[in-house]
């Protein structure tokens, strides 16, 4: 258990936090000859990320899984080994552009349908707010008149705080 959670701190400030801190410096210093190389790891990263989550159950069984990980986020950002570079020129750009017109296809599709529902909720959620509010004033005015109690029943309230109905 111990080993586990040191793997996944080590994991994760190799992966993440120290990239991300890489990634700040080199937006600050604004040349896109630092900015590319994080840029690309970012891209195989999500890749990775996306790829061990689904498979994370049938392989941290594999013996070493943890020191192999380790050392595969360290290939990815090494400037000496250029992993990233590696995986993104070779595996991710053949692959994003063979499949780029499907890709941008279902990603319309997607950005439509959800543009739509939320166009629906909005709708009911107005309806709805409109409806409680008229609700609510209706029956503020019913009880500042004395037609109904705050309780909710009509008619009303006589001194011993019964309500009588007509």
């Avoid at 111990?2 to 936090?17: H, R, S, T």
């Avoid at 159950?57 to 380790?70: A, D, S």
């Avoid at 629906?120 to 409806?131: H, S, V």
């Amino acid at each position: 258990m111990f080993g586990y959670l040191l793997y996944k701190i080590i994991c994760n400030l190799a992966g993440f936090l120290y990239p991300a801190y890489a990634s700040f410096k080199a937006i600050k210093v604004n040349d896109t000859k630092s900015i590319l190389p994080w840029l690309i790891y970012w891209i195989v990263m999500a890749f990775f990320t996306v790829g061990e989550g689904i498979a994370d159950n049938l392989i941290f069984w594999f013996p070493f899984y943890y020191e192999i990980k380790i050392f595969f986020i360290l290939w990815l950002i090494l400037p000496q080994t250029r992993g990233a570079t590696y995986i993104y020129d070779n595996f991710v750009v053949p692959t994003l552009t063979h499949h780029e017109k499907e890709i941008d296809s279902t990603l319309g599709i997607a950005r439509e349908k959800a543009t739509n529902t939320g166009a629906e909720w909005r709708k009911y959620g107005l309806a709805t707010l409109q409806k409680l509010t008229a609700d609510g004033l209706i029956k503020g005015r019913q009880i500042i008149s004395g037609q109904a109690n705050p309780n909710g029943t009509e008619g009303n309230a006589t001194s011993s705080g019964k309500t009588t109905s007509y």
